[in-house]
């Protein structure tokens, strides 16, 4: 190291400096990966990567996933770090005990925290984050901000006063201007559920509520939709669908699927069968029926045909394609943005 880049690291008033190439901010992200791998590759563009310090933001309308969604981040974190607690900020209350119990949460490592107001999670969440060492294992929940009032909003209800709010907005963006620093600099990841509006115009298009502030503070925004899945006649479950709205990761407008049944919850290996049809590791040789096979050498992994249900369930052949083929690398071309370093993924 030179003599002036030495003076100048010693002669600021921030301490917690150093050269980019051994910046811990800068060179590597932690992934905390879920079990689900194409929720994987929609927050990192690995299907073992996952998610990550920063915001990332859930958002659509309502019953589209999103708590469950983040709970299974939630879960993820725990997974790895026994000694992680989780700072639960609630305003909705609609997460249940029956949520945490099939998701097998440690909720004694989650704190409970509800919150009236905009403000109330601004000046809470600050304080929090003030306390928090680069060291500590903790990650932040927020559910949800897209119905979270403003306190002038609360105390204009109190006062019987019928005028327009205008400043909801201007609090969101000052708690994600006063957050986001923290969020990188202590590894801290924030999931935070929203919600969405449609645009007005002769073209509408969905729109995060609670103003620009969270989209330009983000990491990663999701759009989430579904569609109903049948059994026959009957409704089976849903097939949610993530649109990439922002990402530092991944191509934007990318769209990732997975299928969630009342039966089984969330299927494991959902949302790969199409990516490997692209591929060519799934062919459909007739209607109805799948084969899998190796596209570089031609040899099938089974001389059975299977139907869609029994591919689908087979951890032995979705092991046998993230673990022994190329499959996961033509993943990471197909999504990643850039050359992004992972610690603890790819």
């Known amino acids: 190291m030179s003599d002036l880049m030495s003076k100048m690291m010693a002669s600021g008033a921030i301490k917690e400096v150093a050269t980019l190439s051994e910046s811990t901010l800068f060179n590597g992200k932690t992934m905390i990966p879920t079990n689900i791998p194409i929720i994987n590759t929609a927050l990192s563009g690995s299907v073992t990567g996952g998610l990550t310090s920063g915001l990332t933001f859930l958002a659509g309308a309502s019953k589209n996933f999103k708590s469950l969604l983040g709970l299974l981040m939630v879960k993820a974190y725990q997974s790895k770090y026994p000694d992680g607690i989780i700072l639960f900020y609630d305003s909705e209350f609609g997460i249940t005990p029956e949520y945490a119990t099939s998701l097998k949460l440690d909720t004694d490592r989650i704190l ?32 949800s901000v897209g119905n979270l009032a403003s306190k002038k909003e609360v105390e204009d209800a109190l006062n019987e006063k ?106 494991k290996w959902s949302g790969l069968k199409d990516l490997a049809m692209e591929f ?19 040899e099938s992994f089974s001389d059975k045909l299977m139907r869609e249900k029994d591919l689908m369930e087979s951890n032995e052949i979705w092991e046998h394609l993230l673990e022994e083929t190329d499959f996961p690398n033509q993943i990471r071309a197909r999504y990643l943005v850039g050359n992004v370093a992972l610690e603890g993924g790819e």
């Open 162 to 267: 019928a005028v327009a709010d205008m400043s909801r907005a201007k609090a969101l963006k000052s708690l994600w201007r006063i957050a986001t620093p923290y969020f990188t600099t202590r590894d801290i990841p924030c999931v935070v559920v929203n919600h969405t509006y449609k645009e007005i115009g002769l073209f509408p298009k969905d729109i995060m509520s609670g103003g620009t502030g969270g989209m330009y503070s983000a990491n990663q925004v999701f759009f989430i939709s579904k569609a109903q899945e049948k059994d026959g006649n009957d409704l089976a479950g849903w097939n949610f669908t993530i649109t990439i709205e922002k990402s530092r990761f991944v191509r934007d407008k990318s769209k990732f699927s997975f299928l969630v049944t009342w039966d089984k919850g969330i299927h």
């Open 112 to 143: 409970h925290i509800p919150i009236p107001h905009v403000e109330a999670l601004k000046f809470d969440l600050s304080k929090r984050l003030e306390a928090i060492d680069r060291k500590d294992r903790v990650m932040i929940f927020i559910d």
């Open 280 to 298: 060519g590791y799934v062919t459909k040789p007739k209607v109805g029926w799948y084969q899998v096979m190796d596209p570089l050498t031609g």
